[in-house]
T-cell receptor, first 109, second 115 residues
Framework: GQNIDQPTEMTATEGAIVQINCTYQ??????LFWYQQHAGEAPTFLSY??LDGLEEKGRFSSFLSRSKGYSYLLLKELQMKDSASYLC??????????WGAGTKLIIKP | DAMVIQNPRYQVTQFGKPVTLSCSQT?????MYWYQQKSSQAPKLLFH???????NEADTPDNFQSRRPNTSFCFLDIRSPGLGDAAMYLC??????????????FGAGSRLTVL
């Protein structure tokens, strides 16, 4: 079966750095996506990785290792507004998106 | 601004009373999706349209139906809502090919409450 694993919940301090990990087992691979979802709202796109390595976008970076079936989302200089769920999703060989259940990130002052 | 718009944002219905949720998009994306999401769970794909081709997920209950009368609009019909159908229903769009392909743009969602 296809599976995406990510921690259920993480806590971090305002101004700090946090890394959210995602491991996956899918039938083929056509890219990995990270989405941010605030409580009661729709997911919004953060990043896309299809090749190994690090993609940086301002305070957010995403890393991919296809051989390890592993990605992480790195958030720097955390702000209170970063409190949200972070969803990892992988596109399989049929271009179907397989979603993780999300990591709820709690930011404390 | 180009966007995905869902109506209504909040829908309260009685057990067994049919509900229709709508989605419109101005992005000219060729793929449209309906997802169901319950609290602290991953979005669950119900249907998607690739252009006019309708794709029904194998485990989507018959109680759920969908229509896409044209490129811009898509509807989700829940024929006889049960308590277990209370959830957020998310419409999303994407396009195939080109820069930004396969990135989903979501509407704000329709939250369904079943009494």
């Amino acid at each position: 079966g296809q599976n995406i694993d990510q921690p259920t919940e993480m806590t971090a301090t305002e101004g700090a750095i946090v890394q959210i990990n995602c491991t996956y087992q899918t039938s083929g691979f056509n890219g990995l996506f990270w989405y941010q979802q605030h409580a009661g709202e729709a997911p919004t796109f953060l990043s896309y990785n299809v090749l190994d390595g690090l993609e940086e976008k301002g305070r957010f970076s995403s890393f991919l290792s296809r051989s390890k079936g592993y990605s992480y989302l790195l958030l720097k200089e955390l702000q209170m507004k970063d409190s949200a769920s972070y969803l990892c999703a992988v596109m399989d060989s049929n271009y179907q998106l397989i979603w993780g259940a999300g990591t709820k990130l709690i930011i404390k002052p | 601004d180009a966007m995905v718009i869902q109506n209504p944002r909040y829908q309260v219905t009685q057990f067994g009373k049919p509900v229709t949720l709508s989605c419109s998009q101005t992005l000219n994306h060729n793929v449209m999706y309906w997802y169901q999401q319950k609290s602290s769970q991953a979005p669950k794909l119900l249907f998607h349209y690739y252009d006019k081709d309708f794709n029904n997920e194998a485990d989507t209950p018959d109680n759920f139906q969908s229509r896409r009368p044209n490129t811009s609009f898509c509807f989700l019909d829940i024929r006889s809502p049960g308590l277990g159908d209370a959830a957020m229903y998310l419409c999303a769009t994407s396009r195939t090919g080109g820069s930004g392909a396969n990135v989903l743009t979501f509407g704000a969602g329709s939250r369904l409450t079943v009494l």
